[in-house]
């Protein structure tokens, strides 16, 4: 059984549409993926009517957090989504993309990069504007060659057009994702070249305060941070997953580059209540 548990849609910041995310999730040979878009769960409905016979879709978010000053993203799956106070939070940090979104492109053109706000939104369409859209938008004016580099240049966390938005303390997040009956995995948490990272010992105090697992198998870990974050998990007694964090074309990751174990996998549906996982009977049958 082949499991991808972080990927993207358009709505947030993928280039697939939910629909297309499923039925490309088949073409790869894979069994199960996560739908695991930033701040929203917009985009399951439309997922789940075009998932193909044979595919499990597990539905979730990626939510953003921050922790002394560090940005840093929890996977959340197989919670209720309708659970009033996670609900909540989740739309207060929707509701601040827009803004901040705004506030990023004015910075830039204070640098004097020539981008607008209306060629932004157009890259968004429908999803939840983010840091990719306007990473999209200086690639497609030649301002840089890739959306890493524009990350590393201009959008990171620190960076000359960075703009800090609201984001859930991970605690506060981990609290809200259990009693909605999901499970937590912080994702790639040690993903350097995005920009500062946690120590060990904050991944300590999340796993003390109920924390499920890490994200370890990841296309920003190299295999000795892969090595040493096993290490940390075993020690923390936390599941350790992978996943490709596909964003269609906008990342140079695929589906399936990286996969969970299928014992996980199985934890992670265990300890789950909120929710259940979604076998594929519609769409368009595998092939």
């Given at each position: 059984m082949r499991i991808d548990l972080h990927t993207h849609s358009t709505a947030s910041d993928g280039t697939d549409t939910p629909a297309e995310l499923v039925r490309n999730a088949a073409a790869a040979g894979l069994d199960a993926i996560a739908l695991t878009d930033h701040d929203t769960v917009g985009g399951h409905a439309e997922a789940v009517a075009a998932l193909p016979?044979?595919?499990?879709?597990?539905?979730?978010?990626?939510?953003?957090?921050?922790?002394?000053?560090?940005?840093?993203?929890?996977?959340?799956?197989?919670?209720?989504?309708?659970?009033?106070?996670?609900?909540?939070?989740?739309?207060?940090?929707?509701?601040d993309r827009v803004p901040r979104a705004r506030a990023m492109v004015g910075k830039l053109q204070e640098l004097g990069i020539p981008v607008e706000w209306d060629q932004v939104a157009r890259i968004a369409g429908d999803g939840a504007v983010g840091r990719p859209h306007i990473a999209s938008a200086l690639v497609e004016l030649d301002v840089v060659p890739d959306v890493s580099t524009a990350f590393t240049s201009w959008l990171a966390d620190g960076g000359p057009a960075y703009v800090q938005k609201h984001e859930l303390d991970p605690f506060t997040a981990i609290r809200l994702v259990k009693a909605a009956g999901g499970v937590t995995v912080f994702a790639h948490p040690?993903?350097?070249?995005?920009?500062?990272?946690?120590?060990?010992?904050?991944?300590?105090?999340?796993?003390?305060?109920?924390?499920?697992?890490i994200e370890v198998d990841h296309m920003d870990h190299d295999e000795a941070t892969r090595a040493r974050l096993r290490?940390?998990?075993?020690?923390?007694?936390?599941?350790?997953?992978?996943?490709?964090?596909?964003?269609?074309?906008?990342?140079?990751?695929?589906?399936?580059?990286?996969?969970?174990?299928?014992?996980?996998?199985?934890?992670?549906?265990?300890?789950?209540?909120?929710?259940?996982?979604?076998?594929?009977?519609?769409?368009?049958?595998?092939?």
């Open positions: 016979e044979g595919m499990t879709l597990i539905p979730g978010a990626e939510l953003s957090c921050r922790l002394d000053g560090v940005s840093l993203h929890m996977l959340a799956y197989l919670f209720d989504p309708a659970e009033p106070e996670l609900a909540a939070e989740i739309e207060l940090v929707r509701d040690a993903a350097v070249k995005r920009g500062r990272t946690v120590p060990e010992s904050a991944i300590a105090e999340l796993a003390a305060k109920g924390l499920d697992g290490g940390l998990a075993a020690d923390l007694g936390l599941l350790t997953t992978g996943s490709s964090d596909y964003h269609g074309g906008r990342k140079t990751c695929w589906l399936g580059d990286y996969t969970t174990d299928p014992e996980i996998y199985g934890e992670i549906t265990r300890r789950a209540t909120g929710a259940f996982p979604v076998p594929g009977t519609g769409g368009s049958p595998r092939r």
